[in-house]
């Protein structure tokens, strides 16, 4: 959804509530001190000292803060999957749902915003070129502070010691930032330490999208990996560069990685994929998902679920020494608040780790 289009609609919300409280005080501060935060992209924001009720930007963002400051989010940006209710306590999997500020499913909702009692909205993850102005004219219209947190998959433990900066929980952004780093180090530490596997990762219904090298879905791909994907224009979206099937014969990767809901169920009896090297000799993976997607989409903290398990399947001798079930279940008891069992754990892996 474009900013301005959601500036509009908030206008329009603003001008109803306000006639509408006329002569009293509409959600008033319990707490007036406030601060000045600089955010990732250099706009110093005045914000409470004391936050306590926190709303998204969107879905990156809600992974990002659903592990740092689950009981301050006043909603979600979309609500989340059937599948995901049994990772999640019932009061996170119910939250209301608020919406998104840059397009996806579902637009933020400008009226639920407002009644929310957010004392702030933040936005993690890339920076939009147009960033500092939307967030400028968002928290002028509302009234709300707005601030950026970028983060990637090298910086992410930076973003959550600001987060905690910000939110006043330097001890428990700590513990995640310090996990992030923890596995991204080691990832960097495997992927120089092998000679790195020519992979392809495909999505979509006919397994005809890649995830182009150069991109931000491929950060991790092509950290650990050599992406054959190389197109003139890599896709920013999670959908990846559409390609033919000709030239998904030419790259002929010795490993594919096939999305969730893609084609990994029905490749092995397809005529034109069995031709791939990869699908010959059975090297191919569907990525493991719930609550979200281990690679990214959207491209989030997950990723780090990513980095491991992607280093356990095209590099077994060189993550000899660490055990996967113990990872992930520390990552979504951090992330997810969940002691994740290994019966649920097989269920997560079971196209991932091979046949």
Not at 276 to 300: C, L, Q
Request: aromatic residues 10%.
């Amino acid at each position: 959804m474009k900013v301005k289009k959601w500036l509009a609609m908030l206008l329009a919300v603003v001008m109803v509530l306000s006639l509408a409280a006329c002569g009293a005080q509409s959600n008033p501060q319990t707490d007036d001190t406030t601060r000045v935060f600089t955010d990732s992209v250099g706009r110093e924001v005045e914000v409470p000292a004391q936050i306590d009720k926190v709303a998204l930007s969107g879905p990156m963002a809600q992974i990002v803060l659903f592990a740092l400051c689950p009981d301050k989010l006043v909603g979600v940006s979309n609500a989340w999957s059937t599948e995901a209710e049994q990772y999640l306590d019932e009061k996170y999997f119910t939250m209301p749902e608020i919406g998104q500020l840059y397009g996806g499913k579902g637009e933020l909702n400008p009226e639920t915003l407002l009644q929310s009692g957010a004392q702030i909205v933040i936005d993690v993850g890339e920076p939009k070129g147009s960033i500092a102005e939307d967030l400028d004219a968002l928290q002028e219209q509302t009234g709300i502070p707005f601030v950026h947190i970028t983060a990637t998959t090298e910086t992410t433990g930076d973003a959550y010691r600001m987060l905690g900066d910000l939110l006043n929980m330097k001890d428990e952004a700590e513990t995640l930032a310090a996990y992030c780093e923890k596995v991204y180090d080691r990832t960097v530490s495997i992927a120089g330490s092998v000679e790195k596997a020519n992979v392809l990762y495909v999505t979509g219904d006919m397994g005809q999208n890649v995830i182009a090298a150069g991109s931000y879905h491929a950060e991790i791909l092509d950290l650990l990996t050599n992406n054959l994907a190389v197109v003139d224009e890599p896709s920013s979206k999670g959908t990846g560069n559409e390609v033919s099937m000709e030239q998904i014969l030419t790259w002929d990767p010795d490993v594919v990685i096939f999305a969730p809901e893609s084609i990994y169920d029905t490749v092995a009896d397809d005529a034109a994929w069995q031709s791939v090297t990869a699908i010959k000799n059975g090297a191919y993976y569907e990525v493991p998902f719930v609550p979200y997607n281990w690679m990214g989409f959207p491209p989030s903290v997950q990723r780090y679920l990513g980095m491991m398990w992607l280093s356990k399947v095209l590099y077994p001798d060189a993550t000899a020494e660490y055990d996967l079930f113990s990872d992930v279940q520390e990552y979504y008891k951090l992330f997810y608040h969940c002691d994740l069992t290994q019966a649920q754990y097989d269920a997560l892996v079971a196209n991932s780790l091979g046949k």
